[in-house]
């Protein structure tokens, strides 16, 4: 299985908590990372983060701890996920991504898309998983918390504009992609027919303001 390049960060303290043993016995990852407790402790602070390809499978004894500031942690079946151990986060705030990090797929079985976006030419610079349901202004949340851009500025299209007439085989500039092909923030992924990687049209300055966070 791939695996990333790890780093090290101390969790916000969690001294109380509560316990469920109702959870998932499988996960999905859906942004491409992951943030785990290599303790058998899910208060442990100390929470290594790593790369996952996305919709590869994380097997779960169906533990789940749930922390006081909200974060969800499921333990790891390290019988059926051999390399892993720990307690993996599903979701929850103070790690710097928006939306969960692991889905039930049996809850979201066709129900999901993987999203890759790519910036001028492949290979594409992102890739999550999304439900179908998500708008594209959910989209641009993930997509900035994950690489520094601006959302005001992020525009998603999924073609590129037509070759110049002149016989230069250069594409016109993105001032020039059908309307149709433009997606705007309240389209949802289902009626967006998404069926190739999207392209992005960003404003700012991307070699300043891009900065993945893994």
């Known amino acids: 299985r791939a695996r990333g390049r790890c780093r090290a960060r101390m969790a916000p303290q969690e001294n109380a908590g509560a316990m469920s043993s109702t959870g998932p016995t499988a996960y999905m990852v859906t942004q491409g990372l992951v943030f785990i407790k290599h303790s058998e402790d899910p208060t442990s602070a100390k929470i290594i983060k790593s790369k996952r390809p996305v919709g ?77 349901s998500a708008k594209i202004g959910d989209l641009v949340k993930v997509f900035c918390a994950r690489t520094g851009l601006n959302q005001k500025e992020t525009i998603f299209t999924k ?36 069926e190739d990687a999207l392209n992005l049209v960003y404003t700012g300055h991307f070699d300043e303001d891009y900065k993945p966070s893994v």
């Open 159 to 194: 073609a590129l504009p037509r070759k110049a007439p002149n016989g230069s085989n250069q594409l016109l500039p993105m001032d020039y992609t059908p309307a149709k092909d433009v997606l705007t923030n309240e389209m949802t992924l289902e009626s967006c027919n998404i």
């Open 56 to 132: 590869s499978t994380i097997c779960s004894t169906g533990v789940v701890y749930t922390g006081p500031r909200g974060g969800r942690w499921a333990e790891v079946d390290v019988s059926r996920s051999p390399g892993e151990m720990g307690w993996i986060l599903v979701e929850g705030p103070g790690f710097g991504v928006v939306g969960p990090l692991l889905v039930d797929p049996a809850s979201s079985d066709g129900y999901t898309q993987v999203i890759q976006v790519r910036w001028c030419k492949d290979p594409p610079i992102f890739e999550c998983l999304m439900p179908k």
